[in-house]
Every structure is written in structure tokens, then in C-alpha cells.
């Protein structure tokens, strides 16, 4: 089946430092979702890219959506000790019913 | 608004034992979504609904079968629980177009 790959798998850093993680797919998608997940809840949306090329910002989170549509980023500047979590990003393939495909997640921790 | 609320939060069963896993949704959304999160696999589709009355296979059905009993609700029940369903189960819904999906906070599954 279609896969995603996101990296890193996890990220320890000290409190200020901005963060990069990225997800790559052979395939071509449509839609590009960028979700936060909170120990012991559902992820929370945080960013959606819905035309490639497309760079959008929520505060200190910027994602954008590659331009070859088969890849997405996502940076944290200033990292806060609540960024803490897992990320994760969920591709919509073209012409799909609207299935998404989910990366295996980056786990963020943030040192004070 | 509640949102996506899901029950229960947690639940212990015996391998062979059957359950229920209850999902509402409150934003009057058409598609409904069952996923499963395992440590490293990111969230897998299990089962989903794109309208009242309609369900699909997702990327990991066996072992489930689901019900979309109207437009709210959408439960998730396993006949034979198995250790390998030990797992945290995700109920997700979401509205029409490029809409994207909002989450429960889960049910933490676990089959000894």
C-alpha cells in the first residue's frame, strides 16, 4: 500500500531551538495535514496545505506543501517545553475518497 | 460541542472475549473513521463510513466489523478480541470536500 515516510523518528532538543521534520511519498497527493498528539488524547490539527507550493504558518509552526506534491514540511520555531508530543503527518491522495495516509510520527521532547 | 467523543476510555478483555467500542460525533460530518495507533506504525485504517449507511475496509479490517447506526454514530466491535487488537483505537470524523479529520481522544484496548 501507499506508505509515507516521516523523519526524524524522534528529536530531543533544548528549549529555544527551532525544529525541521518531514514526510516524503512516492505517491502524489492532493492534501497535506500536519496533526499534534498530546499524551492520552486524539491528535489536533494544526496546519493544512491544500495546493502544492503552498507555505502557511499557525504562530511558531510553518508547514508547507512540496511543490512535486509527493513531500511536506513542517518547522517549530522557538520550541516551548509544550511542544512536547508526537507529530504527525497524513497525506490525501488524489482522486481518493478521502482516506488519509499517516506517517509513523517524530516525537518531539524539549529540554527546559 | 463536544465533538468526536468516544467510549470507553479504557478497557481490559480475556483473548476470545467480544466488545463494543462506541464513537458519536456532534458536527454533523458524513464520513466517519476507525483507526488503530501501535508504537512506530503511525495510525492505520481500519474501517470507514463516507455516509450514513455505507461502510469500507480500510488497510487493517480482520478481526473487526463496524456499524454506522446513523449519521452520529459509528461503533467498532471485535467478535474474538485477539492480543495482537491490543492497541489504542481512534474514531475520527469529518464534513465533505477537502475537510479534514477530528479525532476522539481514543480507547486504550488491551487483550491478555
Known amino acids: 500500500g501507499q506508505q509515507l515516510n516521516q523523519s526524524p523518528q524522534s528529536m530531543f532538543i533544548q528549549e529555544g531551538e527551532d525544529v525541521s521534520m518531514n514526510c516524503t511519498s512516492s505517491?502524489?497527493?492532493?492534501?497535506w495535514l500536519w496533526y499534534k498528539q498530546d499524551p492520552g488524547e486524539g491528535p489536533v490539527l494544526l496546519i493544512a496545505?491544500?495546493?502544492?507550493?503552498e507555505l502557511t504558518s499557525n504562530g511558531r509552526l510553518t508547514a508547507q506543501f512540496g511543490i512535486t506534491r509527493k513531500d511536506s514540511f513542517l518547522n517549530i520555531s522557538a520550541s516551548i517545553p509544550s511542544d512536547v508530543g508526537i507529530y504527525f503527518c497524513a497525506g490525501r491522495l488524489s482522486g481518493n475518497t478521502g482516506k488519509l495516509i499517516f506517517g509513523q510520527g517524530t516525537t518531539l521532547q524539549v529540554k527546559p | 460541542n463536544a465533538g468526536v467523543t468516544q467510549t470507553p476510555k479504557f478497557q481490559v478483555l480475556k483473548t476470545g472475549q467480544s466488545m463494543t467500542l462506541q464513537c458519536a460525533q456532534d458536527m454533523n460530518h458524513n464520513s466517519m473513521y476507525w483507526y488503530r495507533q501501535d508504537p512506530g506504525m503511525g495510525l492505520r485504517l481500519i474501517y470507514y463510513?463516507?455516509?450514513?449507511?455505507?461502510?469500507d475496509k480500510g488497510e487493517v479490517p480482520n478481526g473487526y466489523n463496524v456499524s454506522r447506526l446513523n449519521k452520529r454514530e459509528f461503533s467498532l466491535r471485535l467478535e474474538s478480541a485477539a492480543p495482537s487488537q491490543t492497541s489504542v483505537y481512534f474514531c475520527?470524523?469529518?464534513?465533505?470536500?477537502?475537510?479534514?479529520?477530528?479525532f476522539g481522544n481514543g480507547t486504550r484496548l488491551t487483550v491478555t
Open positions: 505517491s502524489i497527493f492532493n492534501t
Open positions: 463510513s463516507a455516509s450514513e449507511g455505507t461502510t
Open positions: 475520527a470524523s469529518r464534513g465533505t470536500g477537502n475537510s479534514p479529520l477530528h
Open positions: 496545505l491544500y495546493k502544492a507550493g
